[in-house]
């Protein structure tokens, strides 16, 4: 089995996060670091450590469902050693987000140590549906909504369809409803400001049929047996 694959088997990361940690030099097998992209192993003989353990593939998968709170990283480790989201969830499993929420948008982010999973619902073909609360600078004309819902010009790229709506709007600021089926670095942030109405704050609310419901801020729960087959099938 390729190195990188059986990483996100193990669920170490998603696939293309382990590439970069295999490429950075972070995985030993059979105690020597291997840099090398395609290098084949055996997963019954040889062994395979990352951060000083070693890593095994485990047969249930854990998939859980966080309210992040604004003020944590999504990232597995973070060179400023902030806060991470995973410190929130207190479980015997190395677990990783599935896609990103920056450091100040909070709401709903999965988590599993499932990492095909992750790359398949990362991968840009995917086209899920996040669904984001937004309040922003003031209010945008019809003329700026009709532009954010046909697609905008940010860092030379043309952004998919959206849905956009103004759910209330006061003299300086308007509380929005936002979708977008894609999934680039500060995208909803991007696109607002390319308006003229930047973010003040951003919660995601919903990712495809899955909802935040009323789970409070900085707790998690497990997906039901449904919502996993759900996120397994899209
Ligand atoms: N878009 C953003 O700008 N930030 C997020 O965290 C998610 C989507």
């Not at 480790?77 to 896609?99: A, Y």
């Not at 909802?211 to 996993?228: A, P, S, V, Y």
């Amino acid at each position: 089995m390729r190195l990188q694959k059986f990483l996100a088997a193990c669920g170490v990361a998603s696939r293309r996060k382990s590439e970069e940690l295999i490429k950075d030099g972070f995985i030993k097998v059979n105690n020597t670091v291997i840099k090398e992209m395609g290098h084949k192993i055996d997963p019954n003989k040889d062994i395979v450590t990352y951060q000083n353990k070693r890593v095994t593939i485990s047969e249930k998968k854990i998939y859980i469902l966080l309210n992040k709170p604004t003020g944590y990283v999504t990232t597995v480790s973070d060179q400023f050693n902030r806060d991470k989201v995973t410190d929130l969830v207190q479980i015997n499993k190395r677990i990783h987000p599935i896609g990103r929420l920056d450091y100040n948008t909070s709401g709903l982010l999965l988590l599993t140590d499932d990492g095909e999973l992750t790359y398949k619902l990362t991968h840009p073909k995917h086209k899920v549906e996040k669904v984001y609360i937004a309040k922003i600078k003031g209010t945008p004309s019809k003329d700026n909504i009709n532009k954010f819902q046909k697609g905008l010009e940010i860092d030379n790229y043309k952004t998919q369809p959206a849905y956009f709506e103004i759910l209330n709007s006061q003299s300086d600021m308007s509380t929005v409803k936002i979708i977008i089926t894609e999934g680039r670095n500060r995208q909803v942030r991007k696109m607002c400001q390319a308006i003229g109405h930047p973010v003040i704050s951003l919660q995601r609310i919903a990712v495809g049929k899955l909802n935040i419901g009323n789970l409070e801020l900085g707790k998690w729960r497990f997906l039901t047996e449904k919502e996993i087959n759900y996120l397994k099938k899209l």
